[in-house]
T-cell receptor
Framework: DQQVKQNSPSLSVQEGRISILNCDYT??????FLWYKKYPAEGPTFLIS?????DKNEDGRFTVFLNKSAKHLSLHTVPSQPGDSAVYFC???????????FGTGTLLAVQP | DTEVTQTPKHLVMGMTNKKSLKCEQH?????MYWYKQKAKKPPELMFV???????INESVPSRFSPECPNSSLLNLHLHALQPEDSALYLC???????????????FGDGTRLSIL
């Protein structure tokens, strides 16, 4: 049973525009959510996170929104840059174990 | 540049070989993790070490044997692996684990393992 889902396998946006990546989860015990970016032949790179006590967190071009009632989070990136082209994973964990549950990933392509 | 270093980057081994994957971090993190990632799939947790003690084993077969010699090092000993064990093995670390310790995990670039 997939507890964290990214329903869009891929997304294409124009350089300079906003990209919005979506993630849904089913486990209401999750209390911390993260976004990672992954280039081929590299490990996941941490981008931004949000605690369940917040509904928004910003860091530079990246903003993560959390809607707990809908069990939904999204990553907004503006302006998009060609270097943002990568696979993006959302992840979640809850409780004492720090066990991360990853979504299936979305391949973002930023067109020049 | 990643602050979690994994060696080797690539490893090819036969099913009867014994090899080890190594992971090192110098961020003072006290939690370290092994993940396995198959192609086009998300990383899946294998083991968690907290303060050099094994705290989670996700029902991993005994042909994978983790070891945490000190707070900076994490090894994964491999023996009698199967072709289906071919994957990218990722190491990660975080400051600590525990209730309300919301800390991101930082990943190495992984070891690409191929079993012949």
């Amino acid at each position: 049973d997939q507890q964290v889902k990214q329903n869009s396998p891929s997304l294409s946006v124009q350089e300079g525009r906003i990209s919005i990546l979506n993630c849904d989860y089913t486990n209401s015990m999750f209390d911390y959510f993260l976004w990672y970016k992954k280039y081929p032949a590299e490990g996941p790179t941490f981008l931004i996170s949000i605690s369940s006590i917040k509904d928004k967190n910003e860091d530079g071009r990246f903003t993560v929104f959390l809607n707990k009632s809908a069990k939904h989070l999204s990553l907004h990136t503006v302006p998009s840059q060609p270097g943002d082209s990568a696979v993006y994973f959302c992840a979640a964990h809850g409780g004492a174990t720090n066990k991360l549950i990853f979504g299936t990933g979305t391949l973002l392509a930023v067109q020049p | 540049d990643t602050e979690v270093t994994q060696t080797p980057k690539h490893l090819v081994m036969g099913m009867t070989n014994k090899k080890s994957l190594k992971c090192e971090q110098h961020m003072g993190h006290r939690a370290m993790y092994w993940y396995k990632q198959k192609a086009k799939k998300p990383p899946e947790l294998m083991f968690v070490y907290s303060y050099e003690k094994l705290s989670i084993n996700e029902s991993v077969p005994s042909r994978f044997s983790p070891e945490c010699p000190n707070s900076s090092l994490l090894n994964l000993h491999l023996h009698a692996l199967q072709p289906e064990d071919s994957a990218l093995y990722l190491c990660a670390s975080s400051q600590k684990i525990g209730v309300y310790s919301n800390q991101p995990q930082h990943f190495g670039d992984g070891t690409r393992l191929s079993i012949l």
